[in-house]
């Protein structure tokens, strides 16, 4: 079975500040992806940032980037230079090749504080 | 230009009716998606279509029943609603299905009375 936990249900950072949030995973398949969503208040779910499992090059979008370790089946979240738009539920996701299925983990709430 | 539309954002209804959720992307992808999302914001795939063809169907009640009349368009139909019904819904497309970006709707709120 394949599992997405997000272990930090809240996290709160300084506007301008750094923040990770934490994603762990469980798959036995060799070829799957991994995703970062943003859901703000407005509830729109948006795509922060993707990587590929066969990728040892971290992925970056601007002040996103993600510390993926394959072998521990970790897939953080970095965020730089926090801004108070960034303040929204996080959600992590695994899809595995040819399953059409995303699994999504609980959510982290990140807070922004001015 | 919405990529991913659903109607209605709101329902409220009473417990027992049937209701109907549509959902339509007009960004030409193969395979759609239905989503519930719980009051603890979990997010659990319902069902999900290539092509018109359903692929999964994850344990949901028979009381829901989806429908692809054509690439574009996936509709939610639900009998005989009960509290428990009461949810977020959101509709996703994606090109391929299997490891690409997933777009969303915008959501609708269902509450059963």
């Known amino acids: 079975a394949q599992t997405v936990t997000q272990s930090q249900p809240e996290m709160s950072v300084q506007e301008a500040e750094t923040v990770t949030l934490s994603c762990t995973y469980d798959?036995?398949?060799?070829?799957?992806?991994l995703f970062w969503y943003k859901q703000p208040p407005s509830r729109q779910m948006i795509l922060v940032i993707r990587q590929e499992a066969y990728k040892q090059q971290n992925a970056t979008e601007n002040r996103f980037s993600v510390n993926f370790q394959k072998a521990a089946k970790s897939f953080s979240l970095k965020i730089s230079d926090s801004q108070l738009g960034d303040a929204a539920m996080y959600f992590c996701a695994l899809s595995t090749s040819g399953t059409y299925k995303y699994i999504f983990g609980t959510g982290t709430r990140l807070k922004v504080l001015a | 230009d919405t990529a991913v539309s659903q109607t209605p954002k709101y329902l409220v209804t009473q417990m027992g009716n049937d209701k109907s959720i549509k959902c339509e992307q007009n960004l030409g992808h193969d395979t759609m998606y239905w989503y519930k999302q719980d009051s603890k914001k979990f997010l659990k795939i319902m069902f999900s279509?290539?092509?018109?063809?359903?692929?999964i169907n994850e344990t949901v009640p028979n009381r829901f029943s989806p429908k692809s009349p054509d690439k574009a368009h996936l509709n939610l139909h639900i009998n005989s609603l009960e509290l428990g019904d009461s949810a977020v819904y959101f509709c996703a497309s994606s090109p391929r299905g299997d490891h690409l970006e997933q777009f969303f709707g915008p959501g609708t709120r269902l509450t059963v009375l």
């Open positions: 279509y290539n092509n018109k063809e359903l692929i």
């Open positions: 798959t036995s398949e060799s070829d799957y992806y």
